[in-house]
């Protein structure tokens, strides 16, 4: 058996951020997956977006994360030696006068150094702007997909990645204050779950009550745009090179699958439609459900009743800002250099009394 201080259990945005995290801090760090091509963290945009929705809001404590996310984001990049994360403003459009005067009102206010207003955000032969716009100054886009698989290729080349779907309830033995996974030949001091909604149905946790929401994307052509910044409208449409662009979202609390369907792609495309004034055609299409837990707050901590059972999910629809500032407080609490704040402590769920339609 080789032996670790710490084995992550799924390598999304939460899993991956934390290994490397533990990895910095010099812990002995194992890294399961099991590499589903339509996990969130696959199937996401990566968008660090500061002001969102139809009131316009700005994300809580969006300056903390941000700022500890791109650091972060970049410091694997040098790693690395690759790129994957991409600081760019992105525009906002208004869809009508109301959200144009409820932005007015707010931005002075509640956000002065997000945004930037514009008379003219965008070029108005490809896009319907009557309206107006503003641009978002703190604005990223992590491209997830590349910075998994870079992660991956880190961990793999060190021997410390196992490729493998985990049976939670038959294949994890726990010994006194250790665990084992036979089948991979592991042992470790601790686990960490970073399952994604897949943590719904792990049993050591299982009242942690989600609300998860599933999501389509669409992959289009459009070969006349040529526009390098997120476009948002209600959904967004973001270029990813060779005329080809990512669309989403749609938002779904009722079908926690991962099919895409008919339905989904025809809201996307009607959305397009109203702001974009040329053709396109869609190419791929693809549904991935959103680890939301209900506090809409990420959770890390341990089980009450088995201090090796650790736990990381609820990075929502925000994981690519998110997933590094929670990352880094989790290692602190690991390496017992800080108490864990009970907000966001996984144990205040471990009796919860589960009323959610999506529990499982
Ligand atoms: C349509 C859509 C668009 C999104 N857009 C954005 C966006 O623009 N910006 C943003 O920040 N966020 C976005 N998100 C949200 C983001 O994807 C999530 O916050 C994030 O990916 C969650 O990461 P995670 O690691 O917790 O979960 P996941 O990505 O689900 O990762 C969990 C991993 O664990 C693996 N796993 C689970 N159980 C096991 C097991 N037993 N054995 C082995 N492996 C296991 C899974 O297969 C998976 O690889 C979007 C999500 C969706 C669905």
Redesign the pocket.
Known sequence: MTAFDTCI???????ATLAWVLHQQGQRVAV?????PS??????????TPVTGKRFVKSDHFDKLVTTAIKFYQTIETETETTFLNQQHSVRLFANKDERELFLKKSLTHFPNAVQVLEKPINETFFETSNGGFEMKQAAR?N?PRYLDVSQKFFSEMNVFFE?????KKEIELTNNAVRIPKLGLTAERIIF??????SKNHWFQTVPFDAV????LTVRIPQLNEPRVVHRGI?LAGIGNDLYRL??TYDHEHLDLIPTPSGKEELCARLAEFLRLPFEVINHQ?????VIVRRQPVIGFHSQFSQLGY??G???????Q?PWYAQLFSKIICKKKELPPEFDVAQYLNFQNKTKNHR
Do not use: M, Y
């Open positions: 259990i799924g390598q999304g945005l939460a899993g399961v997956d099991d590499n589903e996990s969130s963290s696959r199937i996401a945009a990566g968008l660090i992590l997830v493998s779907k985990i049976d939670i970073c399952q994604g909604f897949s943590g599933k999501g389509e994307v967004w989403g979202a549904a991935a459900v959103r680890p990381f999910n990075l929502g629809s925000k994981g690519s800002l997933a």
